[in-house]
């Protein structure tokens, strides 16, 4: 693709971003490419149709997200209930300031299109991988399959609250973090200790 097509997807992304933002997950393509100045038919010429549009956003919010929560659980030198908590709080932090586009690409664009579910359902899996081999290489987990088990169920125990926590806005940030790295520390101590 050349720079000013390139150049031009951003720009048309970054009209999805604003409004599904604003107008919240259930926007229509119309909408999204009136916020763009532009017709559907154009939109989807640019992205193939709305399931390249869709992976396009995922991609674009994505790598961001893994990237910051990779960097949180495995810093060097801090405690893993610290490293819990921290990277817990980022993941709460991130979906909440941008709770409309992750609903958005957890459920609407998942449930539309099975590409972008299959990208978003590889993307908590790989994650949940990562964290098992960390549990593993530092001896967190008994064993290997331990490790891939615990490592797995930690990040679906924090997506599912997270999802909670987003249509439970009254409920203190603090005490959801506190929560889940409790229970987080609690499951891989008593992994360590078979």
């Keep these: 693709m050349s720079g000013r097509d390139d150049e031009r997807r951003r720009a048309l992304l970054d009209a999805a971003d604003r409004v599904i933002r604003r107008e919240g997950p259930e926007v229509s393509m119309a909408v999204i490419a009136a916020e763009a100045g532009i017709t559907k038919p154009i939109l989807y010429r640019h992205f193939g149709d709305k399931s390249g549009l869709y992976q396009a956003l ?3 919010h994505v790598r961001a997200v893994v990237s910051r929560l990779r960097q949180e659980f495995a810093a060097q030198g801090v405690p893993a209930g610290e490293r819990a908590r921290r990277t817990i709080y980022a993941y709460l ?62 990040v ?3 997506q599912a609250t997270g999802d909670w926590w987003l249509d439970h806005p009254q409920a203190d940030r603090v005490e959801v973090v506190d929560g889940l790295a409790s229970a987080a520390v609690a499951v891989i101590s008593s992994a360590t200790a078979t």
């Design 58 to 60: 995922a991609d674009r």
């Design 156 to 158: 679906g125990m924090v």
């Design 93 to 154: 932090d991130m979906i909440s300031a941008d709770h409309e586009l992750y609903r958005f690409l957890f459920y609407r664009a998942g449930a539309e299109d099975t590409r972008t579910r299959s990208r978003m359902v590889a993307v908590v899996r790989g994650l949940g991988e990562e964290l098992g081999h960390l549990l593993a290489h530092e001896g967190l987990a008994a064993d290997p399959v331990r490790a891939q088990v615990l490592g797995h169920a930690l």
